[in-house]
């Protein structure tokens, strides 16, 4: 039996939690009769109003006809201004913007509104209360529980179809109570309980995991604090006996910008998906050379770093190739700074100096780049928890003096770089060997390569670049968001001790920049145009 277009039109708004009124209905109906839309387009037609309509900052559940008028009329228009705006120059220092994690404004995710909200203040407390301790973790679980409900696995298309009795149907651990014997699937996060034993935890309750019958993981690390789908049976001794586990389905950035669109996670003013297709396009074409460099482990208490640094700041004189960013991750030493050791701090301080020194004889590369300091593990700062706090400024203070102003910026980690619609995550931590040291369950046989994919496929798809306890990583609750990776970015710095790798996943970049040490110096080059990145190296051998 053929589906009518007022079903299709009521379960596409519904996708995006809006409800239609019968005159709202009736204008949808009218727009798909004007316009001759065929039974076969009606699908994307409407899919397109919804999403236009769930950006509107004043968008409503139940749907209102103003504002339905309001989104069509910018459809119907959006042609002409797209011509409109390619005469206009685009600036690219307009468009750069660079975020501390203390300054993203808090969203929360509301269950019963199905969106975020923006949180009216955040609490004064640093280290956050126990209430917001607790809602970290519910908006971890609901971010990525809203994603998963979404996947074409889970939700059903809004025209019937056999697939329909393959859809997979989250359970809770509260539907588990007296139906030992039954197959489920569960959605929670892997914690320990207080005997030590492992447990899958969600909003209902915990149940403990048996995975004597699991040979192998599916792709992807998982450790304490981390979210997982786990299918398998409920048995007579109360507990889940796990046949398969996986990480929750990651979901792509144009998905989620088409769905929150309207939502300024950055705080630096939101831009609508057909923005962002035209600043990426106009990006390809007018900034094609435009790069931005990234380094790791700067140990600048080592002649060879500023010797490396040398060389590099040389040849991009020589070739008139200035990158327009150039962010420096720690750690800043080779070795931690005793506490309360003078001679340490002075040592440290003196190497920040000698690079202030070197970066502003260089007077070409100080007036067209931007440089981003993130702190390390062992660097100086005033906290250690993440998200870190900017480097110490008494420690900084000749750079800020010697390069011009609004050109050096102390960043806290992670960090992010705005430039025009793409998002670029910083965040230096030694990643690889926390994921492997905190690893739960069947532990995956994988090796180099392998283990390089699992970690860039953990941390997207738990849509968190810290998925651990805080007994494990300890995260100020009240900037927990700032971890978040949802919607997913652009690309992905993930700055580790560990070999450096490059890969495209779901669509987001993630690189390793390598590490800037020793007598083979690495770094990367990521340019904007082509949304990749390319490894570098500095060889001083050749100079001996």
């Known amino acids: 039996m053929p589906v009518s277009r007022q079903q299709i039109i009521i379960r596409v708004f519904r996708k995006y939690s809006h409800s239609l009124g019968p005159d709202e209905l009736e204008y949808l109906e009218d727009i798909l009769k004007n316009h001759d839309i065929s039974d076969d387009d009606v699908e994307m037609s409407i899919e397109l109003i919804a999403k236009e309509y769930n950006k509107q900052d004043d968008a409503t559940m139940k749907v209102s006809l103003q504002i339905l008028s309001r989104v069509y009329q910018t459809l119907q228009t959006s042609g002409d201004q797209q011509t409109r705006k390619e005469d206009v120059y685009l600036d690219p220092e307009n468009h750069l913007h660079f975020i501390n994690a203390f300054e993203m404004p808090l969203w929360h995710w509301s269950p019963e509104r199905g969106s975020f909200e923006k949180a009216p203040h955040q609490s004064s407390s640093v280290l956050g209360t126990a209430e917001s301790r607790i809602l970290a973790i519910r908006d971890r679980l609901n971010i990525i529980k809203q994603t998963i409900l979404r996947n074409e696995h889970f939700a059903p298309s809004t025209i019937p179809s056999r697939n329909r009795e393959h859809l997979l149907t989250l359970k809770s651990t509260k539907?588990?109570?007296?139906?030992?014997?039954?197959?489920?699937?569960?959605?929670?996060?892997?914690?320990?309980?207080?005997?030590?034993?492992?447990?899958?935890?969600?909003?209902?309750?915990?149940?403990?995991?048996?995975?004597?019958?699991?040979?192998?993981?599916?792709?992807?690390?998982?450790?304490?604090?981390?979210?997982?789908?786990?299918?398998?049976?409920?048995?007579?001794?109360?507990?889940?006996?796990?046949?398969?586990?996986?990480?929750?389905?990651?979901?792509?950035?144009?998905?989620?910008?088409?769905?929150?669109?309207?939502?300024?996670?950055?705080?630096?003013?939101?831009?609508?998906?057909?923005?962002?297709?035209?600043?990426?396009?106009?990006?390809?074409?007018?900034?094609?050379?435009?790069?931005?460099?990234?380094?790791?482990?700067?140990?600048?208490?080592?002649?060879?770093?500023?010797?490396?640094?040398?060389?590099?700041?040389?040849?991009c004189v020589e070739n008139n190739f200035i990158p327009k960013v150039i962010?420096?991750?720690?750690?800043?030493?080779?070795?931690?700074?005793?506490?309360?050791?003078s001679r340490d701090v002075q040592r440290y301080q003196e190497g920040f100096d000698a690079l202030a020194d070197l970066i502003a004889s260089y007077t070409l590369i100080t007036r067209r780049t931007h440089f981003v300091f993130v702190p390390g593990p062992l660097d100086l700062t005033v906290n250690s928890v993440l998200p870190r706090k900017p480097l110490l400024s008494s420690l900084t203070a000749r750079l800020r003096s010697k390069i011009p102003s609004g050109r050096v910026h102390m960043a806290s980690n992670p960090c992010r770089l705005k430039f025009f619609a793409q998002e670029i995550v910083v965040f230096r931590d030694d990643v690889m060997s926390r994921m492997l040291r905190n690893l739960v369950g069947v532990k995956p046989n994988a090796r180099n390569e392998d283990l390089k994919r699992y970690l860039v496929q953990s941390i997207l798809d738990q849509s968190h670049l810290a998925p651990f306890t805080t007994q494990i990583q300890p995260v100020l609750p009240e900037y927990d968001h700032a971890m978040r990776l949802y919607p997913l970015p652009t690309c992905v710095v993930l700055a580790d001790k560990y070999d450096s790798y490059r890969m495209t996943y779901e669509g987001c970049h993630v690189f390793n920049p390598g590490r800037f040490t020793g007598r083979s110096l690495a770094f990367s080059a990521y340019t904007p145009a082509t949304r990749e990145s390319e490894a570098c190296v500095v060889d001083l051998e050749a100079e001996i």
Request: glycine share 10%; with cysteine.
């Open 175 to 315: 539907q588990l109570l007296g139906r030992a014997g039954d197959r489920f699937l569960l959605f929670g996060m892997l914690v320990h309980s207080k005997e030590g034993k492992l447990c899958l935890e969600d909003l209902d309750g915990v149940v403990e995991l048996d995975f004597s019958q699991l040979d192998q993981p599916s792709e992807g690390l998982f450790t304490e604090g981390s979210f997982a789908l786990v299918e398998g049976d409920y048995t007579e001794n109360a507990t889940f006996s796990v046949i398969a586990i996986g990480h929750p389905p990651c979901e792509s950035r144009e998905t989620a910008r088409s769905i929150f669109g309207h939502v300024d996670f950055l705080g630096k003013g939101a831009t609508t998906p057909l923005e962002d297709t035209e600043y990426a396009v106009r990006v390809e074409q007018e900034f094609s050379s435009m790069n931005f460099f990234f380094f790791s482990d700067v140990w600048l208490d080592q002649p060879d770093t500023l010797k490396g640094l040398q060389k590099i700041f040389d040849n």
């Open 327 to 341: 962010v420096f991750c720690g750690n800043f030493t080779s070795a931690g700074i005793a506490q309360g050791n």
